[in-house]
């Protein structure tokens, strides 16, 4: 069973345009959401991430909103840039006692930035 | 400073052979996590260390896999009688914590013949 799923394998925007990536989850236990970055031949390298007492965490560029009700969480990325163009994935954990930090992750979407 | 680092790079074996993959952790971190990443899936989870024990190995798929982290430091992950089904990228990530942030490195490309 899928608990985080990213249903677009891929999106393409041009350069200077928003770029909206989603995530859905399946497991209330999750408290903590975190977006990654993947370039070819490197590990993935986190980008943001978000508390569930919050619905909305900014930094620079990027904003990853959080919509518990829902389920759903989203990362927008304005102004896009080519350099921008990775694989991204989502990620959850469950935080509190038995729990170990570890990371649930989404199967990844595409983003190509085009100039 | 110096990251993750995962030693090979590529690993390339026969069916039924036994192979070990490395890592070296970021200097200072406790949290040590190994995940498995298939062609055109996310990363999946297979084992946790805090310090030298594993804390939480529910994620290995069978007793073939096994992992050890004897100082607390670099980790191996061994896969005996490898199958074609164990190809795969193995990333390895450290933390501070085990609720920190996790540093990846770059993995090791494991392909079974």
């Known amino acids: 069973d899928q608990q985080v799923k990213q249903n677009s394998p891929s999106l393409s925007v041009q350069e200077g345009r928003i770029s909206i990536l989603n995530c859905d989850y399946t497991?209330?236990?999750?408290?903590?959401f975190l977006w990654y970055k993947k370039y070819p031949a490197e590990g993935p390298t986190f980008l943001i991430s978000i508390s569930s007492i919050k619905d909305k965490n900014e930094d620079g560029r990027f904003t990853v909103f959080l919509n518990k009700s829902a389920k759903h969480l989203s990362l927008h990325i304005v102004p896009s840039q080519p350099g921008d163009s990775a694989v991204y994935f989502c990620?959850?954990?469950?935080?509190?006692?038995?729990?170990?930090?570890?990371?649930?992750f989404g199967q990844g979407t595409t983003l190509q930035v085009k100039p | 400073g110096a990251g993750v680092s995962q030693t090979p790079s590529n690993k390339v074996t026969e069916k039924g052979k036994y192979v070990e993959l490395r890592c070296d952790p970021i200097?200072?971190?406790?949290?040590l996590y190994w995940y498995r990443q298939s062609l055109g899936q996310g990363p999946e989870f297979l084992i946790y260390?805090?310090?030298?024990?594993?804390?939480?190995d529910s994620g290995l798929p069978n007793d073939r896999f096994f992992a050890v982290r004897p100082e607390g430091s670099v980790s191996t992950l061994k896969i005996q009688r490898t199958e074609r089904g164990d190809s795969a990228m193995y990333l390895c990530a450290s933390g501070r914590a085990q609720e920190d942030e996790q540093f990846f490195g770059p993995g090791t490309r494991l392909t079974v013949l």
């Open positions: 990620a959850a954990s469950a935080s509190g006692s038995g729990n170990t930090g570890k990371l649930i």
């Open positions: 260390f805090q310090g030298t024990g594993a804390a939480d």
């Open positions: 200097s200072g971190h406790t949290a």
């Open positions: 497991n209330s236990m999750f408290d903590y």
